[in-house]
């Protein structure tokens, strides 16, 4: 989950289908060329406000650790039910899903 602390919204997502998952996850948003890992919501703020705000504003946690083996059906039917509980979809949060 991402958290943008200068608003309190979230964005929730997942990580499935390889040993490296939630480490070649977050890779994606690690990099400083690219601080969104290609979701479009965080573009939008990317753009409207600049890299500054997502380095100084945004924090990372882990909601949930599954066995690698684990379907990328059940893991993303915890996604949705993580989006749904934390209310993480617009117009109060980050997803757009």
């Known amino acids: 989950m991402i958290t943008d602390l200068s608003d309190g919204r979230l964005c929730v997502g997942s990580a ?3 040993a490296n998952g939630l480490r070649q996850r977050w890779a994606g948003y690690a990099q400083l060329s690219n601080l969104t890992g290609g979701n479009r919501e965080l573009e939008g703020i990317r753009r409207e406000l600049g890299d500054a705000h997502i380095v ?3 924090q990372y946690s882990i909601l949930e650790i599954f066995d690698p083996k684990t ?3 059940a893991i993303l039917a915890r996604e ?3 989006k ?3 209310h993480s ?3 109060h949060g980050l997803n757009a899903n």
Do not use: D, T, V
């Open 56 to 58: 100084g504003n945004f």
């Open 89 to 91: 979809r617009r117009p």
């Open 80 to 82: 949705s039910f993580w």
């Open 84 to 86: 749904q509980a934390l």
């Open 71 to 73: 379907k990328a059906e």
């Open 16 to 18: 499935s289908g390889e």
